[in-house]
């Protein structure tokens, strides 16, 4: 499409991974590779291992879903198994000690450190929030409007979340499940300051003005789109504007 329109303004809506994984501090990274690999330790070791922990989990009526089916994904997508994995971490916390092998070991003492089990719930809820986004920016039918909307209202969401973090910790269900009594938010409130500035490298200069925004939502409002689109800052007269999405 470029090639034939030279003004197209192409804009990636999705959220990569790149989002969290940059935003990710050395800890936080140790601590999410660290869940894969158990997960992947206790899927790929043997399929006896495998049946093993089925036959457990559905001794004790944990609902696994499977989980262990994830290998090599995405970090979004990780959350997701994040979120599945948090469900049942008791059992396969117990699980794990009854193996008594080396390789379970130290997967074993991961999951009795409090501090580590802290980040893996504060990574369970944020990378829900940005799944939840991800969801909306994916929809059918949306206009780059709905699109920017959905983005602009998720950067007020973050702002909130500093405030939120600090305090009952409301949009954060699996924090407080996890984090009782007193809590240092820091290094929570540190990663959503580090996804405002990644949301805004990447959004704000993307500007569509209110007069042009206004025409894609409803044309009949705006007798004079040339005009608008000479006053805004990413557009200009006779320019189009293009939409892709990113898997």
């Not at 602009?152 to 407080?176: I, M, N, W, Y």
């Not at 003005?209 to 409803?218: E, K, P, S, V």
């Amino acid at each position: 499409m470029k090639e034939d329109n030279p003004e197209l303004i192409s804009y990636h809506c999705i959220i990569h991974q790149s989002v969290l994984c940059s935003t990710l501090s050395d800890e936080y990274a140790e601590v999410m590779n660290t869940m894969m690999r158990i997960i992947n330790f206790l899927r790929a070791s043997s399929s006896h291992q495998h049946r093993m922990l089925r036959e457990f989990l559905s001794e004790v009526d944990a609902n696994a879903d499977d989980l262990l089916l994830h290998n090599n994904v995405r970090w979004l997508s990780k959350g997701r198994v994040l979120e599945r994995f948090w469900s049942i971490r008791t059992e396969i916390a117990a699980f794990l000690a009854q193996l008594k092998s080396q390789k379970a070991t130290p997967f074993s003492l991961f999951l009795e450190d409090e501090k580590k089990m802290d980040i893996v719930a504060f990574l369970v809820d944020i990378t829900s929030h940005l799944n939840e986004l991800n969801v909306k920016l994916q929809g059918k039918d949306n206009s780059v409007c709905d699109l920017m909307t959905a983005v602009r209202s998720f950067q007020r969401k973050l702002e909130l979340f500093k405030e939120d973090l600090q305090g009952d910790c409301a949009h954060f269900p699996t924090v407080q499940e996890q984090v009782q009594g007193e809590r240092d938010a820091s290094s929570f409130v540190d990663f959503v300051d580090k996804l405002i500035v990644n949301f805004s490298n990447r959004f704000d200069s993307f500007s569509l003005g209110h007069q042009l925004t206004l025409f894609i939502q409803n044309p009949f409002l705006i007798t004079d789109v040339r005009g608008s689109q000479r006053k805004s800052h990413s557009t200009s007269s006779g320019q189009m504007l293009g939409l892709s999405r990113c898997n």
